[in-house]
């Protein structure tokens, strides 16, 4: 296996994840950084692809879970998306930062995020 891996990044998010009430009430703005490890050079030979993920796919799949999904956390959250990726596309190797955008924390403007990781 090479070091090659696809980099999908600033992918927004809006899911119903938070302590607060009105967080799981009205939900708020995450963004995602997904970065997929594995041996590409099948696709890259062929141009095929059924070679690689499907990035729209992925995309397209962890959004529509999110508008449904609702928990206490991040941590929790970010464990969901990792169950996705891992069941649908199965890479060998995943690392993603979920960040949370506008935490509602008095006096505090920056963000949260977290980054995990998965290898077989």
Not at 1 to 21: F, P, Q, T
């Amino acid at each position: 296996m090479g070091k090659d891996y696809l980099e999908i990044k600033n992918i927004e998010l809006w899911s119903k994840v938070g302590v607060l009430d009105k967080e799981r009430r009205y939900g708020q703005l995450f963004t995602l950084d997904v970065f997929l490890f594995g041996d590409f050079s099948r696709c890259s030979e062929s141009d095929d692809l059924s070679q690689t993920i499907d990035y729209s796919i992925l995309i397209n799949e962890i959004k529509e879970f999110s508008t449904i999904f609702s928990c206490f956390t991040i941590e929790k959250f970010s464990e969901e998306i990792l169950k996705i990726i891992k069941k649908k596309f199965k890479p060998v190797q995943i690392k993603i930062k979920l960040t949370k955008c506008n935490p509602p924390i008095s006096g505090f403007n920056g963000q949260v995020s977290i980054i995990k990781s998965y290898k077989k």
